[in-house]
């Protein structure tokens, strides 16, 4: 292999394979299966959607993934590597982020001073409050995920002043610090007003072409305007994969959020 093939292999690297491997993943509480044997592959910088109604299983497979919670059975590859047993400490190094539901922001403090810190915990490996301002790089940082959560005209505001939906826009900004290659979204559309929502689809939409990213969603409608393959589940099992068009067309799918709450939101 010449020289050539080789730095382009390298440059290429992050882009070929999968980001995220399921191997029949389970996970079980007593006699509960909360998911059964789960299995798909996210390519690298592939926008995925996970869908289903509550209680289909879609926190316990996010916590398999993320490590917060570990699998009774089958594998978790990120990247190629198995993490199945690696906590989270580790698979944030190795590019995974993820949004939270509960909301981790500091509230007293402004949103970009909320970037700021991300940026240096990710960069140190934890918070660190000192000599803010020697660091150009992570201020410089920090005005990118500002231009990306489109928070720009809020930079200054002190996050306890944001909407629901501007914090969520920040959530996802921070999880955009340090070079993250895959990112799982937990339920993001939650609780969003119609503007809000728009908000969030064009945000998802401008995010770096490089970044892979999962959406954890009930919300139909959001989630397959932003995504190019689905997996629905269903009472802890994949039901169906698919692309957005063929997810929307299903009969199954519809029936179970038909029966649900007749049609495809809360």
């Known amino acids: 292999m010449n020289a050539t093939s080789i730095a382009t292999r390298a440059a290429t690297g992050f882009n070929s394979g999968n980001a995220l491997e399921l191997h029949g993943v389970s996970r079980s509480f007593g006699a509960l299966k909360a998911i059964d044997d789960v299995s798909f592959n996210v390519a690298a910088s592939e926008r995925y959607a996970v869908l289903g109604s509550n209680g289909a299983g879609k926190t316990s497979l996010f916590n398999a993934i993320t490590g917060d919670f570990l699998p009774t059975a089958g594998r978790v590859l990120l990247f190629g590597e198995d993490v199945t047993v690696l906590p989270p400490q580790e698979r944030i190094r190795r590019g995974l982020r993820r949004t939270y539901q509960s909301s981790l922001l500091f509230r007293d403090l402004t949103v970009r001073d909320n970037l700021f810190l991300a940026v240096r915990g990710v960069n140190r490996g934890r918070f660190s409050f000192f000599r803010a301002k020697t660091d150009d790089a992570s201020a410089a940082s920090a005005r990118d995920l500002l231009e990306h959560a489109r928070l720009a005209h809020l930079a200054d505001a002190p996050v306890s002043e944001l909407s629901h939906g501007q914090q969520r826009q920040l959530e996802i900004g ?10 799982l979204f937990d339920e993001p559309a939650a609780g969003l007003s119609p503007a809000e929502r728009k908000e969030l689809v064009a945000l998802l939409k401008g995010l770096p ?13 959001i989630a397959l305007n932003v995504v190019e393959r689905v ?10 994969h698919g ?6 067309d299903n009969p199954q799918v519809q ?5 649900e709450h007749g049609h495809g939101h809360h």
């Open 255 to 259: 029936a179970i959020y038909m029966g």
């Open 174 to 183: 921070m999880a955009l610090a340090g070079a993250p290659r895959l990112i």
């Open 231 to 240: 997996t629905v589940m269903h009472n802890g099992r994949v039901l169906c």
């Open 209 to 221: 072409q490089h970044i892979g990213y999962i959406i954890i969603e009930h919300d139909l409608e």
């Open 243 to 248: 692309t957005p068009r063929e997810i929307e």
